[in-house]
């Protein structure tokens, strides 16, 4: 049996550093609020507004370091919040991305950069060696007990640096009762 | 392969008479919004505001007739939004629900009658003899595509004028990708 831990992603945002400055004013820079499992990564102090019409979420947690790409990851519950249609992609694919306006202490930006994030697994490579798994791969992953779901559709995502865990929304958290933290099992 | 129309219950309130009046004035009845799919239920024009100290809820919309016991249903997430640990429960079961002050026009009521419900398949006698379902029996259903989740811990429900279909709640729907109207298979 295969056993991975399961970690809860709330919403939250990766800035490149253009649109950092854009937000925050040249030359700033994040402050570590606490570091994240994936080796690192770590959520900020900083926190951004995100508004589509009349229609906005605050407090916006920014996950650093920057990236390449500014990208915001929000649940189905939240695109319909803010009224929004926003596609299921797999974290780093903005192509079809959903446009929102970011609004900093300092400036604001619309861009394409919303994404509901696939469920995934973070593998390293000797785990996805361990474990006959490859990038990319889909698996379902049984999880809970009285709200026990198997979710399907997971994908495999390996990387030298990664560390093993299984990443839900808020969205699948709840529907099946965790918090993160619980252990799930993984189906090949 | 016995499948099943898939039904979303956003959050509501079933109110008893006394709690209605209480709520609306003696002597009010509900005003007919839109029948719903069990048979006789109907969601009513009227709604309540649902506060647990500061935090609100507003538009929690009235599912009539009237019942013989006051009972809200939540998601999880609504749950967190008025910063409450609510059970999951089968419907019907308030006996270890949260309490909850119920706003309406003409009173308010604090009283413990909020529930999760536990997600559930409703099946009348002909359903369950052709599908060979009992009452209570719990059940797995495989819903959705892009997001595709099995559902275990579903619940059936037998009475002679339900009407079948699976209800879920809202996370659980978006977890799973659906907006409702889409068919799942039953796993037995």
């Known amino acids: 049996m295969i056993t991975i831990p399961i970690e809860v992603s709330a919403r939250h ?3 490149s550093r253009p649109d950092f400055e ?3 004013g040249i030359g700033y ?3 570590l609020f606490k570091n994240i499992s994936q080796t ?3 959520a ?3 926190k951004v507004i995100l508004e589509n019409g009349d229609k906005k979420i605050e407090n916006i947690r920014i996950v650093g ?3 390449r790409e500014t990208q915001i990851e929000l649940s189905l519950t939240e695109a319909r919040q803010l009224g929004l249609t926003i596609p299921l992609a797999v974290s780093g694919d903005i192509a079809q991305a959903a446009k929102l306006t970011i609004i900093g202490p300092q400036g604001q930006i619309s861009k394409n950069c919303a994404i509901i994030a ?3 697994i973070h593998a390293s490579l000797k785990d996805a060696e361990k474990y006959h798994l490859h ?3 889909i698996v379902s992953v049984e999880c809970g007990t009285q709200r026990a779901v198997i979710f399907r559709q997971v994908v495999v995502r390996v990387r030298a640096d990664f560390v093993w865990n299984l990443h839900l929304d808020t969205d699948e958290a709840n529907a099946a009762g965790l918090q993160g933290g619980e252990t799930g099992i993984l189906i090949i």
Chains 1, 2 share one sequence.
């Open 13 to 15: 945002i990766h800035l």
């Open 29 to 31: 820079h994040l402050a």
């Open 65 to 67: 370091p920057e990236r």
């Open 44 to 46: 900020a102090m900083e």
């Open 118 to 120: 696939q469920r995934h």
């Open 22 to 24: 854009l937000l925050f």
């Open 135 to 137: 990038d990319g791969q």
């Open 40 to 42: 690192g990564q770590y």
